[in-house]
């Protein structure tokens, strides 16, 4: 993908997961990537990542919500890579909760989701200011367009990113940065198996039945959302800002 070589880009939550998977790719594409996030398995992932493509990954562990690591962070980052090009937030907290959900499960959720998202944001646009132009990502998901049974948390936060999306992209166009999201189907990691989990559901039995809601008849893989990222944040890219782009396997066309 054209104009990915040597930019700086920051991946929250890539420990795991998706956020592993566009960490990697980036990385592959030749990125200098930087990964943040609350498990210490980051630092593998980064070292992992690094021996194969050959170029630097960092990680560092903080809270996305947490304002005083995140403002450490951007500056650490500041410090080792003068700037930044690329920001992919990916990080999420995943509460499943219908109308029972309590205050406590609100903020819980709302803290990283909506709060923690726009902290890493606010502090990193400095460095993309720096760079004279930059690319932000923000997750969705199908959950961010419909509604679904117990989801109310969750999908409350992924239709707020949309909302986050259209309104940075307006604030940040004068600054040449892009804003977009990126909202896949039901891609299988570890946030799927646990929210089978926290809802008392059968993790196989609710794989074959989420299967058949994509057109594509599976789940997504990890890597097919790591590459639509990595389109998004390239220059291939260069005229789409403000949008949600869809990779669901047709889960919402049907
Ligand atoms: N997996 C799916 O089916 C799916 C579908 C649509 C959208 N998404 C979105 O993709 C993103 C990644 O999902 P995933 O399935 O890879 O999840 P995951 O749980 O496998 O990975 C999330 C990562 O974020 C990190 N994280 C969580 N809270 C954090 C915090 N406060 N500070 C720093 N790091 C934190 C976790 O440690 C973990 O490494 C999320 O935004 C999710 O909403 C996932």
């Not at 104009?3 to 420990?15: F, I």
């Not at 990697?24 to 990964?35: A, F, H, P, Y």
């Not at 560092?60 to 003068?82: C, H, T």
């Not at 993790?203 to 299967?211: L, V, Y």
């Amino acid at each position: 993908m054209r104009g990915l070589k040597g930019k700086v880009a920051v991946v929250t939550g890539g420990a795991q997961g998706l956020g592993h998977a566009v960490a990697q790719r980036l990385s592959e594409e030749g990125c200098n990537v930087w990964i943040l996030d609350l498990k210490q398995d980051g630092e593998k992932a980064a070292i992992a990542i690094q021996s194969e493509s050959g170029n630097p990954v960092y990680f560092a562990r903080i809270d996305i919500s947490n304002e005083s690591q995140v403002e450490k962070v951007f500056l650490k980052i500041g410090e080792l890579s003068g700037r930044v090009d690329i920001l992919v937030n990916n990080a999420a907290h995943f509460i499943f909760k219908g109308i029972e959900a309590t205050p406590q499960d609100w903020k819980s959720i709302l803290d990283v989701n909506i709060i923690g998202t726009s902290l890493v944001t606010q502090h990193c646009v400095p460095l993309m200011k720096k760079a004279g132009a930059g690319a932000i990502i923000n997750l969705s998901s199908v959950s961010g367009f419909i509604g679904q049974s117990s989801f109310a948390t969750y999908n409350a936060t992924k239709f707020a990113i949309r909302g986050l999306t259209k309104c940075w992209a307006i604030d940040l166009s004068p600054y040449r940065i892009r804003v977009n999201s990126v909202c896949p189907g039901y891609i299988r990691t570890e946030a799927f198996d646990n929210s089978c989990i926290q809802l008392g559901l059968d993790i196989e039995e609710e794989n074959t039945r989420i299967s058949k809601l994509h057109i594509l008849g599976r789940q997504g893989h990890p890597e097919e959302v790591a590459g639509t990222v990595a389109f998004m944040a390239s220059d291939d890219a260069s005229f789409i800002t403000g949008e949600d782009l869809m990779v669901d396997g047709g889960y919402l066309a049907k």
